[in-house]
T-cell receptor, first 113, second 111 residues
Framework: NAGVTQTPKFRVLKTGQSMTLLCAQDMNHEYMYWYRQDPGMGLRLIHY???????AKGEVPDGYNVSRLKKQNFLLGLESAAPSQTSVYFC????????????FGQGTRLTVV | GQQVMQIPQYQHVQEGEDFTTYCNSSTTLSNIQWYKQRPGGHPVFLIQ?????EVKKQKRLTFQFGEAKKNSSLHITATQTTDVGTYFCAGFRGYGQNFVFGPGTRLSVLP
């Protein structure tokens, strides 16, 4: 089983460029999440989705957009990248919100120069 | 700001020594989860605690949820080099909320 797969694994962007990170899960999970991980900050929730066609803002949504057109995919977009968005991005999925574990992808290391 | 705190931020131990990390929340939690992230890896679920005062064990790992459901701890007995990584707690405050992760405790084990 692939679980949660993120594409790409690494990316370097110039300030102002745009890009989309793709997350795909094959576990038929309803919930999907995008986190960013910065040193000493743990994992901070950017956006999440409770089902196909739905999205909601998390703790740090500014500068990001998301879409969940298909249940298995959750896309994270950066319209105009900034150096402050240099981070490691993790996608996760879970069958529910409460009393269920989250399964994480392998992460995308993004550097904005 | 951070609603879930963890101490210590870093811990270096000699192999065979015990290790404990503490997780504290400013508000009462519905439940709490613990994750482990190996260096260069992704977080992996370890356990979930739901009941006040709950204690769960996984081999050398002991997890505890405080009576007031505002704190939790992870204790590792006789650490091994395979225990190296960052341990995160994630607290859930209730309906309509999402899990909030603590900043993590990075464990180094010297052979």
């Amino acid at each position: 089983n692939a679980g949660v797969t993120q594409t790409p694994k690494f990316r370097v962007l110039k300030t102002g460029q745009s890009m989309t990170l793709l997350c795909a899960q094959d576990m038929n999970h309803e919930y999907m999440y995008w986190y960013r991980q910065d040193p000493g900050m743990g994992l901070r929730l950017i956006h999440y989705s409770v089902g196909e066609g739905t999205t909601a803002k998390g703790e740090v949504p500014d500068g990001y957009n998301v879409s969940r057109l298909k249940k298995q995919n959750f896309l994270l977009g950066l319209e105009s990248a900034a150096p402050s968005q240099t981070s490691v991005y993790f996608c996760a999925s879970s069958p529910g919100r409460l009393n269920t574990e989250a399964f994480f992808g392998q992460g995308t290391r993004l550097t904005v120069v | 700001g951070q609603q879930v705190m963890q101490i210590p931020q870093y811990q270096h131990v000699q192999e065979g020594e015990d290790f404990t990390t503490y997780c504290n929340s400013s508000t009462t939690l519905s439940n709490i989860q613990w994750y482990k992230q190996r260096p260069g890896g992704h977080p992996v679920f370890l356990i979930q605690l739901v009941k006040s005062g709950e204690v769960k064990k996984q081999k050398r790992l002991t997890f505890q949820f405080g009576e007031a459901k505002k704190n939790s701890s992870l204790h590792i007995t006789a650490t091994q080099t395979t225990d190296v990584g960052t341990y995160f707690c994630a607290g859930f405050r209730g309906y309509g909320q999402n899990f909030v992760f603590g900043p993590g405790t990075r464990l180094s084990v010297l052979p």
